[in-house]
């Protein structure tokens, strides 16, 4: 019973912490997408791609949670968009808290995206919010088609499934109508792109997908508080 009371209070604290990010993100008119994965799945070249194809477009900045060093952040710092690294030293996950440090280091007024990536998990990220505005997970076909039975909540909590490394659909048992399948029995509603970050594929799929939300603006959780 204590355990319970615990991990009760910890994600209560965190409920208000995200609270408090979300309102100082949206009164800075800062949309922050929260784009979470396993190990190595794609999340930051999936993050470089955008870069690159959004250069005309919305101000972009990346906050990058990974347990220890900064070779993410200095990936994207090397494209000349403006990194982030949180080092969580030993958390599975990024929480409210530390995305709140995050941002009071940021200039807010000169981002219109703030991309976070989430420490590479498919487990306890899904369970805290940050704050963010929108979710999205990224699978990857190396991983095989059957994560979203396995890993249930991350398919349910996110309004968009990115599919990445598709140029290894050839040389691998991905049956990719069996994800389709299971992705929607778990969320009807979720978008599912298909994408190879090594050849490009499905990035402009991708980036109109994000555009038209960063452009729809509200957030699920407007609708689950309303
Ligand atoms: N074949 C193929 N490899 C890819 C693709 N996208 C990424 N990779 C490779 O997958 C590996 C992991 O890519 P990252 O972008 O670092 O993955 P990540 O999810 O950010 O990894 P962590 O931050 O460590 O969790 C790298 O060797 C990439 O070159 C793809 O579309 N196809
Ligand atoms: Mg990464
Ligand atoms: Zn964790």
């Known amino acids: 019973m204590t355990e319970i009371r615990i991990l009760q209070n910890i994600l209560g604290a965190n409920e208000r912490i995200a609270a408090e990010n979300r309102q ?35 101000r972009l900045a990346v906050v990058e949670g990974d347990i220890a060093s900064t070779i993410d952040a200095d990936r994207i710092a090397g494209q000349g968009v403006t990194a982030l690294q949180i080092n969580t030293g030993g958390a599975c996950h990024l929480d409210a808290n530390m995305v709140g440090r995050a941002l009071e280091a940021l200039p807010l007024g000169e981002i219109d995206l703030l991309i976070v990536e989430n420490v590479g998990n498919l487990v306890c990220p899904a369970e805290f919010d940050l704050g963010e505005e929108c979710r999205v997970m990224l699978a990857s076909v190396a991983e095989g088609h059957d994560k979203p039975q396995k890993y249930p909540l991350m398919f349910s909590e996110v309004e ?39 050849t490009g594929e499905g990035i402009e799929a991708w980036t109109d997908w994000l555009l038209a939300r960063l452009a729809a603006g509200q957030s699920r959780t407007d609708e689950s508080e309303a």
């Open 160 to 198: 968009a499934v990115v599919l990445n490394k598709i140029d290894l659909l050839p040389y691998s048992d991905f049956d990719l109508e069996a994800f389709r399948r299971a992705v929607h029995g778990l969320n009807p509603k979720a978008a599912i792109i298909e994408v190879s970050c090594r």
């Open 24 to 58: 100082r993100l949206r009164s800075a008119g800062v949309f922050a997408l929260n784009l979470m994965a396993s190990p190595g799945a794609g999340k930051t070249s999936l993050i470089l791609r955008t870069i690159e194809r959004l250069r005309q477009g919305p």
